[in-house]
């Protein structure tokens, strides 16, 4: 008679589980396990770390400093958010007093539309912050801190 092994023993299912607790000790949680059970063939692991971007909208709450031209309009910061690096759809654009611009609903946007072709130094000081959102990071903002080219010069000088 054959001995059993600890193979015979067990479902494959609770191999999977023994693996996967098994790499919980050994692998801090914060990066994810990635397994695939093939079978009778045996079972894939493979373990990443996630990399954080310093200035990621979703995961970091830092501030985005821009130097803009005070005759910037409104409408041409949010065409560069939608071209830039955010990659934003709908943008709508607040100050710290009032909104600048929302997109729906429809009574806003049409409410806030006239802002659009205004400089942006008749609707904002420098180094005022603006709040972003968009639906491209839902349940998150982006914080624009806006310096006026004039400004930052005699801020750096």
Known sequence: MRSATLGHLLRSSDVITILQYSSLTTTPLLYPIAQMYAGGTGVYTHTFEYEKKVDCPVCSSTVRKMTVSPNMTLNELMQSLRDGDLRLKSPSITAADKTLYMPKPPALEKF??????????????SGEELTVTDPMFPGTSVVLSIYFKADADMIEG
Not at 112 to 125: F, S
């Open 112 to 125: 806030t539309r006239p802002n659009l072709d205004k400089a942006l130094n008749v609707l904002i000081g």
